[in-house]
Nanobody, 121 residues
Framework: VQLQASGGGLVQAGGSLTLSCAAS????????MGWFRQAPGKEREFVSS??????STIYADNVRGRFAISRDNAKVYLQMNSLKPEDTAVYYC?????????????????WGQGTLVTVSS
């Protein structure tokens, strides 16, 4: 089981980044995928999720309209625009237990190692 997230970095407020996550096909076939983030001293929180075939997406209220999730088979992407300092966190990709998109952290069975996004003001 392998999930490899990449694309994090340092960006100024208002800038953009695209995160990528490659999953081994066996772990992500027929499964929804999602992105979560964890800021220092805070709990891990839901960011976005996409269903198996990409037909259904969910966003947290604080990123809707700025972030866009997409997938290409075993890869999932998170396009982040209009970044804010409060978006600073370690971003994790995850594979759901089901084929649906989900905002429930407990519904995810596999997790990547995380990639750091830092937004300066």
């Amino acid at each position: 089981v392998q999930l490899q997230a990449s694309g994090g970095g340092l960006v100024q407020a208002g800038g953009s980044l695209t995160l990528s996550c490659a999953a081994s096909r066996r772990t992500s076939s027929n499964n929804g995928m999602g992105w979560f983030r964890q800021a220092p001293g805070k709990e891990r929180e839901f960011v976005s999720s996409i269903s198996w075939r990409g037909g259904s997406t969910i966003y947290a209220d604080n990123v809707r309209g700025r972030f866009a999730i997409s997938r290409d088979n075993a890869k999932v992407y998170l396009q982040m625009n209009s970044l804010k300092p409060e978006d600073t966190a370690v971003y994790y990709c995850a594979v759901s237990r089901s084929s649906y998109a989900s905002r429930d952290l407990s519904s995810y069975q596999y997790w990547g190692q995380g990639t750091l996004v830092t937004v300066s003001s």
